[in-house]
Nanobody
Framework: QVQLVESGGGLAQPGGSLRLSCAASGFTISRYAMSWARQAPGKRLEWMSGISSDGSKTYYAGSVKGRFTISRDNAKNTLYLQMNSLKPEDTALYYC?????????????????WGQGTQVTVSS
């Protein structure tokens, strides 16, 4: 069955970096766009970044553009999110998600599978 397992979260200082990974199984990620989203306490789920199935196109929400980089290794069936210049407001539970098709939707819609999430806390 389809599974998405995130890892790499933890505690980081403001200005620091973390790299999240999302290991996919049960399907071939090269056929689908993939996304990262996050949910902070008391807030709604926020789409952050997406990447097309072949990795040629990437998209970011304004809140993370220029600081976060999404990438994928289709040979390893794995999605990544490099997070730099972290801020306290980046504290959230981070999820990866599989899109319905090859292109990014730019929202939390049009995704059919989600991981369990990995916690990122940014604090001094």
């Amino acid at each position: 069955q389809v599974q998405l397992v995130e890892s790499g979260g933890g505690l980081a200082q403001p200005g620091g970096s973390l790299r999240l990974s999302c290991a996919a199984s049960g399907f071939t990620i090269s056929r689908y766009a993939m996304s990262w989203a996050r949910q902070a306490p008391g807030k709604r789920l926020e789409w952050m970044s997406g990447i097309s199935s072949d990795g040629s196109k990437t998209y970011y929400a304004g809140s993370v553009k220029g600081r976060f980089t999404i990438s994928r290794d289709n040979a390893k069936n794995t999605l990544y999110l490099q997070m730099n210049s972290l801020k306290p407001e980046d504290t959230a539970l981070y999820y990866c998600a599989k899109a319905w098709g090859r292109e990014v939707s730019g929202s939390t819609d049009e995704h059919d599978y989600w991981g369990q999430g990995t916690q990122v806390t940014v604090s001094s």
